[in-house]
């Protein structure tokens, strides 16, 4: 009998996981803070919340936080219909006040400033993030403050809180220079620029947008190319861009002679955009400077002023180590991508068979993984074919595919025995003179026999099984042959099965990327891959290969693919006509 999880506990659990998540981040603001999720509860604390409200996380986590915590003066419930910061919660909108108290756990009250703001939990989740410290008892006959587009600390601090979780969970450049757009304007300003120093040493105007409404609206006729930095110029944005240091600037600045060709640009920028106060900082890496973050005003009346600069620094040096981390991961990427392609072998010449194979990276800058193919003529003639995956991810993977694809085929070659002992050799090696840790494979021998049929011999390592399709759309699966995966110090005998591969038939090995999705069984990418390749078995083998891909392939996919298929030569010219 199952008994039912208490929704407390269910939610105090769902809470610990969001906090592991966001627990870093947090940290990183100096006062007190923590996450509620769309329901109230707290999902994510920092040490420093933990240390004002006398509360370990384990008090906190998973709690409503209005019900734990906000009560009136005298220590009383604090009615929701009476409490503003539950009103700004339920608004969805950034708000701020003083005077609210918080209980603690013996009773006593913490009296409190605090400012909530919205905050993207991900996977379309909203929260909302509140920051507090201990309330200072102001006179009431203090003087108004002056208007100011400043922020205050507490704003200051969720600003930099925010910065820093967004830019950090992204590895793609252009989501991080979108997200630091949405980050600044228009809360700091109403215009935008990003100029980039590429690999090349070359600079690059990449982003030029500015608050339109309650919409962000990108100036490409801004954007491009510009000319080189100089080398000892005292202008603003060339300082920036040596890493020099951060400048205030107006259009007063560059109404100069111009001393080098980013001046001309840079007073041609403050012409198209009006901004009548710019404060321009270096985006700088542990390692280099990557370019420049020039904040601009020109509806915000407001100029900027010397105390902003910390803060506008400590947002471009954010930015800049998360650009420098999606840059050395792409890099990285690109690099694992073009060596496994190189590694991957040309399908072989083999008189009346025809084959065809594809290898597709993974999607939206996930890593390149260890999948593999490999076809090619053995000694007696037969032709061998193998299919695999390597577990890893990136360089690492690459190589470990290398090397186990190159000892299979010196075992092959070189030792005329059936595929199951052929991959007891290779097993034995992997663990002992490789750092591949554990693969899944199919290797197989298809060969001509005495009466012109084909026969299919092979055995597999944990792989997901082969898929043989008749001329006449009949699809099986070939789950004989199964063992287990390589690397895990099996000791017992492989077994090997065998098929006959009719004329016209075709043969389809793949990897798990091909079937697998999210949320799904793996009965049902088989099913799919099934259903589909019987529709298009008389599509030529190119075709039939490009279109599987196309309609198999799991659109949540988060792996690399690799897909080797044979088709075996008909018997007759009507079938040649319709099979080829």
């Not at 799904?520 to 075709?543: E, F, I, K, Y």
Request: glycine share 8%; aromatic share 4%.
């Amino acid at each position: 009998m199952v008994v039912p999880e208490n929704p407390e506990t269910t939610r105090r659990r769902s809470a610990a996981t969001v906090s592991d998540d966001l627990g870093r981040a947090l940290e990183a603001i100096g006062t007190g803070a923590y996450v509620v999720d769309a329901e109230g509860c707290i999902v994510a604390v920092n040490s420093r919340a933990e240390e004002l409200l006398a509360r370990s996380a384990d008090q906190l986590l998973g709690h409503d936080a209005h019900d734990l915590l906000h009560r009136g003066p005298q220590g009383r419930p604090m009615p929701r219909t009476r409490c503003s910061m539950r009103q700004a919660f339920h608004a969805g909108h950034a708000a701020q006040g003083e005077g609210e108290h918080f209980a603690r756990p013996d009773g006593s009250l913490l009296r409190v400033s605090w400012l909530v703001s919205p905050y993207d939990l991900g996977a379309d989740d909203t929260g909302t993030l509140v920051v507090f410290h201990t309330a200072r008892h102001e006179p009431d006959t203090a003087p108004p403050p002056e208007p100011t587009a400043s922020l205050t600390e507490l704003e200051r601090l969720t600003l930099l809180a925010e910065t820093t979780t967004r830019l950090t969970s992204t590895l793609d450049a252009d989501e991080t220079l979108r997200r630091l757009v949405g980050l600044v304007v228009p809360r700091l300003a109403d215009w935008a620029i990003v100029d980039l120093i590429t690999e090349r040493d070359e600079v690059w105007r990449s982003v030029v947008m500015h608050a339109d409404g309650d919409s962000v609206v990108r100036r490409e006729d801004l954007q491009g190319p510009m000319p080189p930095v100089p080398e000892a110029s005292p202008m603003p944005l060339s300082r920036a861009l040596r890493g020099v240091a951060s400048t205030l600037a107006g259009p007063q600045t560059y109404r100069r002679t111009p001393d080098s060709g980013i001046a001309v640009e840079q007073r041609h920028l403050f012409e198209a955009t009006g901004m009548h106060s710019a404060a321009i900082a270096p985006i700088r890496s542990t390692r280099a400077v990557l370019g420049a973050l020039t904040l601009g005003r020109a509806e915000n009346p407001v100029p900027f002023t010397p105390a902003e600069l910390p803060l506008i620094e400590d947002i471009a040096r954010r930015a800049g180590l998360a650009l420098d981390n999606a840059r050395l991961y792409q890099r990285q990427r690109k690099v694992a991508e073009t060596m496994q392609n190189h590694l991957l072998p040309q399908m072989p010449g083999a008189p009346d068979l025809q084959m065809t194979a594809r290898y597709l990276p993974a999607p939206d800058a996930s890593q390149v993984g260890g999948d593999w193919y490999d076809a090619f003529r053995l000694s007696d003639g037969s032709t061998a074919l193998a299919i695999g995956d390597v577990v890893g991810h990136d360089l690492e993977a690459a190589a470990g595919m290398a090397q186990v694809r190159n000892m299979l085929r010196a075992y092959a070659w070189s030792q005329q025995e059936p595929p199951s002992r052929i991959v007891e050799r290779l097993d034995q090696a992997v663990q002992h003179i490789t750092d591949v840790t554990m693969a899944t494979m199919v290797f197989g021998r298809l060969e001509e026999t005495d009466t012109g049929d084909w026969r299919l011999s092979w055995t597999n390592a944990g792989h997901p099984p082969p898929l043989l399709i008749t001329h006449d759309g009949l699809a099986q699966y070939l789950t004989d042959g199964h063992g287990i995966l390589l690397g895990v110090g099996a000791t017992a005998p492989r077994p090997d099965a065998t098929a006959a591969v009719p004329p016209g038939a075709t043969l389809v090995l793949y990897t798990d990327g091909l079937i697998e999705a999210p949320g799904h069984s793996l009965d049902t990418g088989l099913n799919r891959l099934r259903r589909h390749a019987a529709a298009l078995v008389h599509r030529p083998l190119s075709s039939f290969t490009d279109l599987l891909l196309q309609r198999v392939r799991p659109t949540t996919n988060d792996d690399d693919v690799a897909l080797l298929a044979l088709r075996t030569p008909a018997r007759d010219d009507s079938l040649k006509s319709t099979g080829s």
